[in-house]
């Protein structure tokens, strides 16, 4: 597995000068380096930062194009010629496809949580497909084995409609995003509440930092702390050193 740079330091002892340092010698070079950031505002602020650094900088958001573009743009940017800071929040990240990393630097600016956690309460007739294609074992949604093909269709048609704008796809986007984890390997807890006929189902997904992290050509992460935490315990388990 891939080492993963660590930089730990408190807030305002200049980690982010540090790294417009790091990412102007980069670009000169005529590298690429995508950067993470929690928020839009914070990309903003490294963006203008960057900026009058003389840094190249793209800031690539769901406030500066559609959400459901943000990834042929980043995709598009690695594509051209010459050095650039291209900046993403880490909702952004993961809505681009690992592989366009190959030869870029990816830095990930305070670590995500690597999991996601949803909850929705459904009435009997949203609830309806879901428990058709599933079943519950334990207290738990496990979707039936001979509708597997079906929904892997769906949620491609899913993720294809937000790449596109179109909506070919008849799933709703709860539907989605708990079949989403059902087959990404996560957990969707159910509970029926008779008091109110709604089926709550609560889903737990481990976001998919590891495969881009993985695939940058160097990769690099920013954070007050980082070792010992949540995000740094979770890939070393899967192999992160």
């Known amino acids: 597995?891939?080492?993963?740079?660590?930089?730990?330091?408190?807030?305002?002892?200049?980690?982010?000068?540090?790294?417009?340092?790091?990412?102007?010698?980069?670009?000169?070079?005529?590298?690429?380096?995508?950067?993470?950031?929690?928020?839009?505002?914070?990309?903003?602020?490294?963006?203008?930062?960057?900026r009058r650094r003389g840094i190249h900088t793209e800031l690539v958001t769901s406030a500066a194009s559609s959400a459901a573009r943000v990834s042929n743009r980043v995709e598009e940017l690695l594509q051209k010629f010459g050095g650039a800071l291209i900046i993403v929040t880490h909702a952004g990240l993961l809505?681009?496809?690992?592989?366009?990393?190959?030869?870029?630097?990816?830095?990930?600016?305070?670590?995500?949580?690597?999991?996601?956690?949803?909850?929705?309460?459904?009435?009997?007739?949203?609830?309806?497909?879901?428990?058709?294609?599933t079943e519950?074992?334990?207290?738990?949604?496990?979707?039936?084995?001979?509708?597997?093909?079906?929904i892997e269709e769906q949620l491609s048609r899913h993720r294809s409609d937000a790449v596109s704008g179109q909506n070919t796809c008849t799933l709703s986007g709860v539907e989605a995003s708990l079949f989403e984890a059902l087959m990404r390997g996560g957990w969707v807890l159910a509970q029926h509440n008779t008091a109110t006929a709604t089926l709550g189902l609560s889903s737990?997904?481990?976001?998919?930092?590891?495969?881009?992290?993985?695939?940058?050509?160097?990769?690099?992460?920013?954070?007050?702390?980082?070792?010992?935490?949540?995000?740094h315990c979770y890939y070393k388990a899967l192999g992160f050193c």
């Open 1 to 50: 597995m891939k080492t993963i740079f660590v930089s730990e330091s408190a807030p305002g002892s200049g980690k982010t000068h540090a790294f417009l340092d790091f990412a102007l010698r980069k670009t000169q070079l005529y590298q690429k380096i995508v950067v993470a950031v929690p928020t839009i505002v914070l990309a903003k602020e490294v963006a203008s930062k960057a």
């Open 95 to 133: 809505t681009a496809p690992a592989e366009i990393l190959k030869y870029s630097t990816l830095v990930i600016d305070e670590t995500p949580c690597p999991f996601s956690f949803k909850h929705s309460a459904l009435e009997p007739a949203e609830s309806a497909r879901i428990l058709t294609y």
């Open 136 to 150: 519950t074992v334990d207290g738990t949604l496990v979707i039936k084995e001979n509708c597997k093909k079906e």
């Open 204 to 231: 737990i997904k481990a976001e998919d930092y590891a495969d881009h992290m993985q695939n940058a050509s160097e990769c690099h992460v920013l954070a007050a702390k980082v070792i010992g935490g949540l995000f």
